[in-house]
């Protein structure tokens, strides 16, 4: 017997279907290499020979396989189970010293405990995430900007590493340079970037000077699309929900006095406030069940997309891009 993963009625094992709900229910010991189903005992595909239980998913074809759909299309995460991927993701830095000359020295520190942090003296952004795998900042800026560019880029790669994590609890696998394309896939599109801009921002703009907190990147995003406004307050929303989450992890290490040195800093620089985007801040957010609910979807959508033969070019593109990085 087999439990349905969505109401857990116990169904035959040669039922494809719950015959109490109807939902198609995932077959124990399939093969997620050639979708052979395998008897209880087995280890390898007697098919194909292959692991049936992978330590990591390396292609695109066993990504997008019937046996992940259905794990995608099925999945929940309760909060206690959720938390507890913030929390691995947070852990590495709960041992750390921030020491440092210098508040930009510190925050460097902080970041460079999750992604690699490079500077770069050429073109016109003020920093960079490279394929959710290396943080890039002008070190030509003073250091207030630096700071403030720092920050904003390591909330996009937690929002990155959060969505990865989220992902190989589901497929209940190890992390993967083809999973990590698919989030960056999943980041890149329009709707999602926005949600990321706005993420990204709204955490930068909880750890530096009041006044000066910029959302420059995602106007510039609105601008270049035409969103009508409640698919717009959606992504607000959803990125805002995230960077909350986000935040309250960060403050354990930019606690009070870390930005007392920030603000010192902002000072030295003689940056004046400008208050243009204090307004774009918003409180509303959505609880971590109907979040998680809504991210989950999302993920099942924009998976269906991925798996089409157009979208292959872009993904190993995208996946050749972080192995050479």
Not at 21 to 42: F, Q, R, S, T, Y
Not at 50 to 69: A, R, V
Request: with cysteine; glycine share 4%; proline share 2%.
């Amino acid at each position: 017997m087999k439990s349905c993963d969505i109401c857990g009625t116990l169904n035959f094992k040669e039922n494809s279907y719950c015959i109490h709900c109807g939902n198609k229910l995932i077959m124990e010991h399939v093969c997620p290499h050639c979708g052979n189903v395998n008897p209880d005992i087995a280890n390898f595909c007697v098919k194909c020979h292959k692991q049936i239980n992978p330590l990591s998913i390396n292609d695109f074809d066993m990504l997008f396989n019937e046996y992940n759909e259905n794990l995608l299309k099925n999945a929940t995460i309760s909060n206690d189970e959720y938390n507890e991927i913030l929390k691995n993701i947070f852990a590495r830095a709960n041992y750390i010293d921030l020491y440092g000359n210098s508040a930009k020295d510190k925050i460097l520190r902080l970041a460079g405990v999750f992604t690699e942090c490079r500077p770069k003296s050429r073109g016109y952004e003020r920093g960079f995430i490279f394929l959710g795998n290396c943080i890039y900042y002008d070190d030509r800026l003073d250091d207030s900007i630096q700071i403030a560019t720092v920050i904003h880029e390591l909330a996009h790669y937690l929002l990155f590493n959060i969505i990865e994590n989220l992902l190989c609890f589901i497929f209940r696998v190890e992390s993967s340079t083809t999973l990590q394309s698919f989030v960056w896939f999943f980041l890149t599109l329009p709707e999602f970037k926005i949600m990321n801009e706005y993420c990204a921002h709204t955490v930068e703009g909880r750890f530096i000077p009041y006044g000066h907190q910029n959302y420059g990147s995602f106007n510039d995003l609105i601008r270049q699309d035409n969103y009508d406004n409640s698919s717009l307050d959606d992504m607000v929303v959803f990125g805002n929900t995230f960077s909350n989450e986000i935040i309250v992890y960060l403050e354990k290490f930019i606690d009070e006095d870390l930005r007392e040195e920030i603000k010192l800093q902002y000072k030295k620089d003689l940056r004046n406030p400008s208050n243009d985007s204090i307004h774009i801040e918003t409180n509303d957010c959505l609880s971590l069940e109907i979040k998680n609910s809504v991210l989950l979807k999302l993920l099942y959508d924009v998976s269906k997309i991925a798996s089409l033969e157009d979208a292959r070019e872009e993904l190993e593109n995208i996946k050749e891009g972080i192995e050479i990085n």
